[in-house]
């Protein structure tokens, strides 16, 4: 694990400056997120909310992602494991390094995914989505092409 911040944490600490909420504990029955735009490390159109505990952070974390139809995230991994679930929508995962639309697989409302920490996978949204995703912090985005960072742009 190296010891270095990755630009990309950048994104969890965007969604802190953004002032987005960081419950220590809470029932959501979708009123009263607080959606925002998604941080710069991710591509532009998304918004995101912060359900439970603080994705910047060491320790357990729930947010959610709404996605645009056709809205899509380059190959690219994480330092911790990712946990996501499609709340509604049709949501696409594949893995590589590259995109293969030919190995995207899709994802309802229900449909649940891991994805080790390390490994390269890619995203797209099929129509609009509403996915949350969970795991331990913190959060951090690692593209596989650096080029394909959009907080480098």
Known sequence: MSRSIP???ACVAAAAALGLPIPARAVHGGEGMQWSDAPPTLPKGAKMAVLQGDPAKAGPFVIRLSAPAGYKVPPHSHSQAENLT????????????KVNVKELKTMGPGAFGSIP???NHYAMAKTAAVVQIHGEGPFDIKYANPSDDPSQK
Do not use: C, K, N, R
Request: glycine share 28%; hydrophobic share 40%; proline share 6%.
């Open 117 to 119: 920490g390390g490994t």
């Open 7 to 9: 630009p990309a944490l």
């Open 86 to 97: 499609v709340i509604s929508g049709s949501f696409q995962v594949g893995m590589g390094d």
